[in-house]
T-cell receptor, first 115, second 111 residues
């Protein structure tokens, strides 16, 4: 059983650099979500895809963040000109597209540290 | 906007004891999810509740959604070291797809 896969698991970079994370969802899931989580907090919604269409994007997401899901399978999240405040765990989740209230299944996340 | 408050923030329990974690919403809940997270890892789906009064169990974990659908509780019976971790409740937010989350309850099991 292949779950949600995220790469890399850890990323350390200097402030001002660009970073890109990848998420491979469960194969039959057409919905994909990105969240950000800081220590001691629950995940914070960033964006949502249904197939290749980005249908929702958090108002908190600055224009330095961009996400794609070009073929409706894997997704990438890019952060440009990283800042100290971007240090967090970035979580990807996927779910089935049948109706609402389908449980989301999470990957193990990418932990980003900005020096 | 809807908010979820979890209590307690942290809990230390002797192995073998029972415990309860609560999740209270500022608005009516239309789908309430319980997840478990170990430090540095992703969230593991435990249970989903939708109907007022609904109760679900998996192994020694039972979750309930109250009749008014504004509070859920997670009860663990005869706790074991494997139950240690952070328990998070999530609910459908202002949109149909994004979830909002409580801050989590950190559970430590003392041997």
């Amino acid at each position: 059983d292949t779950g949600v896969s995220q790469d890399p698991r850890h990323k350390i970079t200097k402030r001002g650099q660009n970073v890109t994370f990848r998420c491979d969802p469960i194969s039959e899931h057409n919905r994909l979500y990105w969240y950000r989580q800081t220590l001691g907090q629950g995940p914070e919604f960033l964006t949502y895809f249904q197939n290749e269409a980005q249908l929702e994007k958090s108002r908190l997401l600055s224009d330095r963040f961009s996400a794609e899901r070009p073929k409706g399978s894997f997704s990438t999240l890019e952060i440009q000109r990283t800042e100290q405040g971007d240090s967090a765990m970035y979580l990807c989740a996927s779910s089935l597209g049948r109706g609402n209230n389908q449980p989301q299944h999470f990957g193990d996340g990418t932990r980003l540290s900005i020096l | 906007s809807q908010e979820l408050e979890q209590s307690p923030q942290s809990l230390i329990v002797q192995e073998g004891k029972n415990l309860t974690i609560n999740c209270t919403s500022s608005k009516t809940l239309y789908g309430l999810y319980w997840y478990k997270q170990k430090y540095g890892e992703g969230l593991i789906f435990l249970m989903m509740l939708q109907k007022g009064g609904e109760e679900k169990s998996h192994e020694k974990i039972t979750a309930k959604l109250d009749e008014k659908k504004q509070q859920s509780s997670l009860h663990i019976t005869a706790s074991q070291p494997s139950h240690a971790g952070i328990y998070l409740c999530g609910a459908s937010g202002d949109s149909n797809y994004q979830l909002i989350w409580g801050a989590g309850t950190k559970l430590i099991i003392k041997p």
